[in-house]
């Protein structure tokens, strides 16, 4: 057991007021599991004292490591860097505010010990959030089930155990705007769950504003599925057909001398604007996909590491 190492990675965006309860509670966990750890914080372009509380840490516990991001480059990226830069033979991935109980990770360990190679933590309950993010979050986890072609476990979030054997294949990935918890379904491998009840933030508010929350919830769909494409082929195929039918009453309607005029332009004010909508949406979709090959063909690193702490020298230009 004892050789076994854990990573326990940390992604940190402005987080000066837990970040502090959140080593805290990580050390008295993982003292408590008997395997040797490491703490990888990333610190993701924090506007806060967060560094410097981090720096401060770090001067007392060997067991920190520290990313520290030139810029925000959110949260999926910094998740991504301290799995790329971790070393242990599992990598549990945690949020700093506490919302996921330290606690869960013994049982994941338990479950890894077991050979599960992903052990993801699945929510029961979720307290303190708004009913906007309830209800958004389970309506876009149906809609993804339906849209995407890999099983992603509904109510699960980034909390989870990975084995290095997975963390090898997720290194390999260089895929841009990653949405992690999709990856890691569609990686594979002997995957399990542990049950757990979500709880408030320690301290602070959400560091995921509605833009942010939306650019995941486009990276869940578009870079999972071209389910999207197929769909809009369909709606196009259904107003091929629908002009035909409206194509052929029209003519019918002129050969036949019916008065069409007068009812002519509440049905041509429809037919404009439904279908402008319709052929916006369709470019919108496609813009999705075209956005995502641009910026994977640019091929510009998936974050900037300004410094590390704590990491051997030859490691510190750890840029991807
Ligand atoms: N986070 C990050 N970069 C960002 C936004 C968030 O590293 O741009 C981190 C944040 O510090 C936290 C985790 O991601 O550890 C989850 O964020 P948050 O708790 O704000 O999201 P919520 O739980 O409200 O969905
Ligand atoms: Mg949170």
Redesign the pocket.
């Known amino acids: 057991m004892d050789d076994k190492c854990i990573s326990v990675v940390i992604p940190a965006y402005n987080e000066e007021e837990v970040i502090r309860q959140c080593y805290d509670a990580l050390t008295d966990v993982m003292l408590d599991s008997n395997y040797p750890y490491e703490l990888v914080f990333v610190n993701d372009g924090s506007k806060d004292r967060t560094m410097s509380i981090l720096d401060e840490l770090a001067r007392l516990d060997e067991h920190i490591r520290i990313i520290n991001f030139a810029r925000n480059f959110g949260h999926q990226a910094a998740v991504t860097a301290g799995i790329n830069l971790s070393k242990g033979d599992c990598v549990v991935i945690i949020?700093?505010?506490l919302?996921?109980p330290p606690q869960v990770i013994l049982e994941m360990l338990e479950k890894w010990e077991e050979g599960y190679e992903v052990v993801y933590g699945k929510r029961r309950h979720r307290k303190g959030e708004t009913l906007f993010k309830l209800a958004s979050a389970s309506l876009f986890y149906r809609f993804l089930q339906r849209m995407s072609d890999t099983h992603i476990p509904r109510d699960t979030g980034d909390f989870r155990l990975i084995d290095r054997k997975v963390v090898h294949v997720f290194n390999r990935l260089t895929e841009r705007n990653k949405f992690i918890r999709g990856i890691i379904s569609w990686i594979g491998f002997n995957q399990t769950f542990v049950e757990y009840d979500r709880s408030e933030?320690l301290a602070g508010t959400?560091?995921?504003p509605l833009r942010k929350m939306l650019a995941f919830a486009s990276d869940g769909i578009f870079s999972f599925s071209s389910k999207p494409l197929k769909l809009i082929t369909r709606m196009g195929m259904l107003t091929v057909v629908l002009a035909f039918i409206v194509l052929v009453y029209s003519l019918c309607a002129k050969l036949l001398g019916l008065p069409e005029v007068e009812r002519g332009w509440t049905s041509i004010m429809m037919a404009i604007t439904l279908f402008s909508g319709v052929q916006m949406l369709s470019l919108g979709v496609i813009g999705q996909y075209i956005a995502r090959i641009y910026d994977e063909s640019k091929n510009r690193p998936q974050y900037i590491v300004r410094e590390t702490v704590h990491y051997p020298h030859e490691e510190v230009h750890a840029n991807p």
Do not use: E, S, V
């Open positions: 949020d700093a505010d919302q996921d933030r959400t560091k995921y």
